[in-house]
């Protein structure tokens, strides 16, 4: 049996799902895991974009290629559950004005939420040690 990893929306987790027989992954598989889920998106490298996965007879169909190594992402009827792993380049207004266009002010909170998180642990950290490092080859 195969399976495919999906990130969890509320913790850094993932959970492997079981694919069926054709390939694809039942929706009622993907919502007894995620209540809420209607559909996957992933990340695109050669795009450069977040893409979704096609939803046909209660199914969800693997991209061209198969499902590969990728982990997943859980859409909502409410909206797309941002990780703070997502890629999505901001490059220009338009792309995060796309992502943010439509967010409630719940899902607006949360990212900001995610965004001072991804701060604290990722540039925070490296700000402090390439400091301590620039400091530490000063001689006086």
């Known amino acids: 049996m195969d399976y495919i990893c999906i990130k969890s929306p509320n913790s850094r987790e993932t959970i492997e799902l079981p694919l069926e027989d054709d390939g694809s992954l039942l929706l009622t598989t993907l919502t007894s895991q995620f209540p809420d889920a209607t ?35 859980c859409t ?3 909206g ?8 999505i380049p901001f490059n220009d207004g338009y792309n995060l004005g796309c992502i943010l266009d439509g967010l409630t002010d719940d899902q607006m909170y949360r990212l900001c939420g995610i965004l001072i998180a991804s701060f604290r642990e990722t540039i925070l950290p ?9 400091l530490d080859s000063i001689r006086f």
């Open 39 to 73: 559909g996957l998106t992933f990340y695109c490298e050669s795009a450069q974009a977040t893409r979704g996965l096609k939803l046909s007879e209660g199914k969800l169909w693997p991209p061209r290629g198969g499902w590969s190594n990728t982990i997943y992402s």
């Open 126 to 134: 490296n700000i402090i040690f390439w400091t301590a490092c620039l």
């Open 80 to 87: 797309m559950f941002i990780r703070v792993t997502d890629r």
């Open 76 to 78: 909502t009827n409410k």
